[in-house]
Nanobody
Framework: QVQLVESGGGLVPPGGSLRLSCAVS????????IGWFRQAPGKEREGVAY????????FYADSVKGRFTISRDNGRVTVYLQMDSLKPEDTGVYYC???????????????????WGQGTQVTVSS
């Protein structure tokens, strides 16, 4: 059974940092692409960071490039999102999502993912 569980959200002042974790079970990250998405109140869900299957290449939305880092552990059971220099506009519920992939491709749209975690709230405010 595929499961994704996010953790690590919270309240942080502008300029602060948080590290989100996405613990996965029921599959191996070698054959699953992972994306981190976020959704602010009244806004559509948007993708912020992606890691491909196989060799774990990474890709970022322009809004977070240089501030966020996506990575996966050597055991291939956890994906992280390190968020630095946080801004109020980073506030939202953050979700990790996965889909089976054997090609190492990127998937940028939420509808391309099959499995989702429950989300974790990130609030950036003074």
């Amino acid at each position: 059974q595929v499961q994704l569980v996010e953790s690590g959200g919270g309240l942080v002042p502008p300029g602060g940092s948080l590290r989100l974790s996405c613990a996965v079970s029921g599959f191996t990250l070698d054959f699953h692409a992972i994306g981190w998405f976020r959704q602010a109140p009244g806004k559509e869900r948007e993708g912020v960071a992606y890691v491909s299957s196989r060799d774990g290449k990474t890709f970022y939305a322009d809004s977070v490039k240089g501030r966020f880092t996506i990575s996966r552990d050597n055991g291939r059971v956890t994906v992280y999102l390190q968020m630095d220099s946080l801004k109020p506009e980073d506030t939202g519920v953050y979700y990790c999502a996965s889909r089976t992939d054997y090609t190492g491709a990127y998937y940028f749209e939420s509808h391309e993912y099959d499995y989702w975690g429950q989300g974790t709230q990130v609030t950036v405010s003074s």
